[in-house]
């Protein structure tokens, strides 16, 4: 009798203390199914088409780096000539397929007539910062010439203007005011990767608007848009 007690009384206690250890624990995260779960991705960040198009050498609305560079025609010529003078930059190569149309469409050619009407003696520069290979003097002076662009030709052989001012594209603008201030850098017009495709006309000259704002003594707006075209062919370090 005593024997049968005391078996009862450890089978209870072994009860009591597994139920105990039990309650004690806290369920576990389900099994995966299919194998082990992987971390969650972060949200990649939307593209910012109307990103800054400018490098850390030239900032909107600061004094516009000076350069020197050898011209076309063997001259030299530096952005500190034309002090007082409203000065807009174009990066050009004659290889592109797409500096080439702007030119052949005379979106090149009514943009300059339309910021001379408002700037009679406002400047344009040139520049070909394509490795040697593509910036051959001639060539180039060849190109403006066909075109009938009345800007300056200028050759930056290894491509340092060009990264001073960020230029990814040809083509690719930049607006110098007549104080030296840089107010507009990107896109000649919003016909930017088909967005108006079909249309006769881009519904917007942005370098024109920039001139036009200027003049008007109002805010340049967009002062920076996303360039398009082909890619600067920069030189190789070495």
């Known amino acids: 009798m005593n024997h049968r007690l005391t078996t009862l009384c450890a089978v209870t206690l072994a009860s009591l203390?597994?139920?105990?250890?039990?309650?004690?624990?806290?369920?576990?995260?389900?099994?995966?199914?299919?194998?082990?779960?992987?971390?969650?991705?972060?949200d990649r960040p939307r593209r910012d088409r109307t990103r800054e198009a400018v490098?850390?050498?030239?900032?909107?609305?600061?004094?516009?780096?000076?350069?020197?560079?050898?011209?076309?025609?063997?001259?030299?010529?530096?952005?500190?000539d034309y002090a007082g003078k409203m000065v807009v930059l174009e990066w050009v190569n004659p290889g592109c397929p797409v500096c080439r149309a702007v030119m052949e469409e005379g979106r090149i050619g009514r943009m300059i007539q339309a910021v001379k009407a408002n700037y009679p003696?406002?400047?344009?520069?040139?520049?070909?910062?394509?490795?040697?290979a593509q910036n051959d003097p001639k060539t180039t002076a060849d190109y403006l010439a066909k075109h009938k662009v009345d800007g300056i030709g200028l050759i930056?052989?290894?491509?340092?203007?060009?990264h001073l001012y960020g230029a990814k594209t040809t083509p690719q603008l930049f607006v110098i005011d007549p104080s030296g201030?840089?107010?507009?850098?990107?896109?000649?017009?919003?016909?930017?990767?088909?967005?108006?495709?079909?249309?006769?006309?881009?519904?917007?000259?942005?370098?024109?608007?920039?001139?036009?704002?200027?003049?008007?003594?109002?805010?340049?707006?967009?002062?920076?848009?996303?360039?398009?075209?082909?890619?600067?062919?920069?030189?190789?370090?070495?």
């Open 17 to 42: 203390t597994l139920l105990g250890a039990t309650q004690d624990v806290a369920p576990g995260p389900a099994a995966p199914q299919g194998g082990v779960d992987k971390p969650a991705r972060p």
């Open 55 to 80: 490098a850390p050498g030239a900032k909107i609305g600061e004094k516009a780096p000076d350069f020197t560079l050898t011209g076309v025609d063997g001259k030299t010529y530096s952005l500190k």
């Open 121 to 132: 003696d406002a400047v344009f520069l040139m520049i070909n910062s394509n490795n040697p």
């Open 156 to 162: 930056d052989a290894d491509g340092k203007v060009g």
């Open 181 to 238: 201030n840089l107010r507009y850098g990107g896109a000649l017009d919003d016909e930017n990767e088909g967005e108006r495709s079909g249309s006769a006309e881009p519904a917007a000259n942005y370098v024109v608007k920039t001139v036009q704002a200027i003049k008007d003594g109002k805010e340049v707006s967009p002062s920076t848009t996303k360039s398009y075209g082909c890619s600067v062919k920069y030189q190789r370090a070495n």
